[in-house]
């Protein structure tokens, strides 16, 4: 395998701390990479341009052009939204890759069903009485709300210390964007991702991202190779990094 870029873009409501763990082993299992990149989504981690909606649209588009900047085909990975992000360029723009893995990929069945907290989100005055509540917590209390769901503290810590006002409107705007049936008018296209190698990753305690029949439909339509994590939940990376960076060597020496 030829050493090309490995591409890592996080979702809600997080940074690109949530890589840390990771990409630490992958350095120290001495990966053949030519570079580990985090790509932090505006307004997650990175400020919101003047006019940028913050749209599914938006996002693709975004990290579209990103990738369009490094110049060459990459390994391409996302969790949760960035999850959605790598699929939805899979879908439209696979010459930018060379692979793509994501946790995410049950989202765009066509029976997938919104989990409570993004349905919130989704409702006028409900989603913005909670992301105010939950962005205007102290940076302790949204520590420990991370920690609670899953996510390891000394990450947590420094997720939490960039959850402010811009991230929640980033928030709602995606949300608000993505509600059905939008996610599966572009999962009709999932076919459109097998031709690049795909890796869908099944984190076994996640159960915000789809049914496991959900989960594995769009893998399948996808053409992608599924690898479970068993015992895993939505912050898998920061859970076992070591595991989530064998499964990545794995992967990408196979393709």
Do not use: K
């Not at 350095?27 to 990149?37: E, K």
């Not at 989704?122 to 920690?147: I, M, W, Y």
């Amino acid at each position: 395998m030829s050493a090309v870029p490995a591409v890592f873009v996080h979702g809600n409501p997080e940074t690109a701390a949530v890589w840390d763990p990771l990409l630490a082993e992958l350095d120290r299992a001495g990966s053949p990479r030519a570079g580990l990149i985090c790509l932090s989504p505006p307004g997650f981690g990175a400020p919101l341009p003047d006019g940028f909606g913050a749209t599914v649209g938006e996002y693709r588009d975004w990290l579209i052009a990103a990738l369009e900047e490094l110049g060459e085909p990459v390994d391409l990975v996302g969790h949760d939204w960035g999850g959605a992000h790598v699929v939805n360029v899979a879908i439209s723009r696979p010459e930018l890759l060379r692979s793509w893995a994501s946790d995410v990929v049950g989202m765009f069945d066509r029976d997938y069903v919104w989990h409570d907290l993004a349905q919130r989100w989704q409702t006028p005055r409900e989603g913005e009485a909670d992301v105010a509540e939950r962005f205007g917590a102290s940076v302790e209390t949204r520590a420990a709300t991370l920690v609670e769901r899953g996510m390891s503290r000394p990450v947590a810590e420094q997720v939490a210390a960039a959850q402010d006002e811009t991230m929640g409107r980033a928030v709602l705007a995606l949300y608000r964007s993505a509600a059905q049936p939008v996610l599966a008018e572009l999962g009709q296209r999932l076919e459109h991702a097998s031709q690049r190698p795909g890796l869908a990753l099944f984190a076994t305690e996640d159960h915000m991202v789809g049914t496991d029949r959900q989960r594995r439909r769009a893998a399948r339509r996808a053409g992608a190779r599924v690898d479970t994590l068993d015992g895993l939940g939505h912050w898998w990376m920061t859970q076992d990094p070591a595991r989530g960076a064998r499964t990545l060597a794995e992967f990408w020496a196979q393709c």
